[in-house]
């Protein structure tokens, strides 16, 4: 039973075992991870210097990725004039849908994105 979607920067948290990797690993492996955050987390990796296979590799048995599909994209769209203040990226809004799509709360160390959307956030720093 899936408990929680996880944002990209709670999936980086783990990976490079930050202080919150904690939190994190107390909701696996009931979480997920949208395919749109899965590029963010392997753009964060390849900037590090790891190569993007490799990258995959090192996600997919923590994390399973759910599809980003088109409910979800409309759901991004329309939530960007409610967060523009907030910044978010289309990553984090595509955390936000699929949260929310599944009514489940969303991991995050993003206190401003938190802030922006805290019906479904918990923030893990």
Request: proline share 6%; net charge negative; glycine share 4%.
């Amino acid at each position: 039973m899936i408990k929680a979607i996880a944002d990209s920067s709670a999936v980086l948290a783990l990976l490079l075992s930050e202080p919150c990797a904690g939190v994190v690993r107390s909701h696996m492996p009931d979480v997920r991870l949208s395919a749109a955050n899965l590029a963010e987390v392997i753009t964060q990796l390849t900037e590090r210097g790891m190569p993007a296979l490799e990258a995959l590799a090192a996600i997919e048995p923590i994390v399973q990725v759910a599809p980003f599909r088109t409910e979800q994209a409309v759901a991004c769209g329309a939530r960007r004039p409610a967060t523009r203040s907030a910044d978010l990226s289309l990553g984090d809004r595509a955390c936000v849908a699929l949260a929310h799509e599944r009514n489940l709360p969303s991991l995050t160390t993003d206190t401003a994105w938190s802030q922006a959307v805290p019906e479904t956030a918990i923030l893990i720093r």
